[in-house]
């Protein structure tokens, strides 16, 4: 399958490897594609590098991997007409950086990332997925004390199974669909629970599981 990933930093590099290792082409948009020359050297054949556009076109299903702050402007650059009817993988975190570290949540019930993203691109089939992790985890997600959870939101039920696939071919055991697309909140309100524990104890790797008697 062709894997188009809009984010040319670490999100979009270690999604992109974990589709390319479970034998995807991957091509990633990016405003300046020299930011890729050292990722291109030792991804293989089947990655390549481009404009947002590009990108967007050439995916059978798009990441959106971008900081959130300029998101809606990389859909805007990448064309509408290319997301449609296909399965837009929101990784985006809504955060304000205004006041420093660590960032506000620009994000509620109604006006979370994931549903804007859904607003602006109403012929796609989002689904929120990767948000709540380390990008050095994404792929491969064993930790010394357990192997964590991924926990994912979207309207589309075929959308999700879609994306549990491709997690439990990058290693995850456990995906958790939590609901319709408006339970991005609650996603993207638990990446801040993440965010706050790696500021305070200047700690990067962590993550969180389920746990059920």
Do not use: C
């Not at 689904?127 to 997600?141: D, E, L, R, W």
């Not at 439990?168 to 990446?191: C, H, K, M, P, T």
Request: glycine share 10%.
């Amino acid at each position: 399958m062709k894997i188009g990933i809009l984010g040319s930093g670490n999100v979009g590099q270690q999604l992109a490897n974990g589709f390319l290792k479970t034998g995807h082409e991957v091509k990633i948009g990016t405003r300046d594609s020299s930011k890729l020359n050292d990722w291109l050297k030792d991804a293989g054949a089947n990655a390549i590098a481009g404009s947002f556009a590009e990108a967007a076109g050439f995916g059978d299903i798009i990441i959106l991997a971008t900081s959130w702050a300029g998101t809606e402007n990389a859909v805007a650059l990448a064309g509408k007409d290319n997301f449609k009817n296909k399965i837009v993988v929101d990784v985006t975190n809504p955060l304000d950086f205004s006041q420093g570290t660590p960032p506000k949540l620009d994000s509620s019930f109604g006006k979370s990332a994931g549903e804007r993203i859904q607003s602006w691109l109403p012929d796609s089939k989002v689904v929120k997925a990767f948000n709540t992790i380390s990008a050095f985890i994404m792929v491969n997600p064993k930790l010394e004390e357990g192997n964590p959870d991924l926990v994912i939101a979207g309207n589309d039920s075929v959308a999700k199974k879609t994306v549990i696939d491709f997690a439990r071919s990058f290693g995850w055991q456990n995906v958790i669909d939590i609901g319709d697309i408006s339970q991005s909140y609650l996603l993207e309100a638990f990446a801040m629970l993440w965010i706050v524990f790696g500021f305070k104890n200047n700690h990067w790797t962590h993550a969180f599981k389920l746990l059920m008697k």
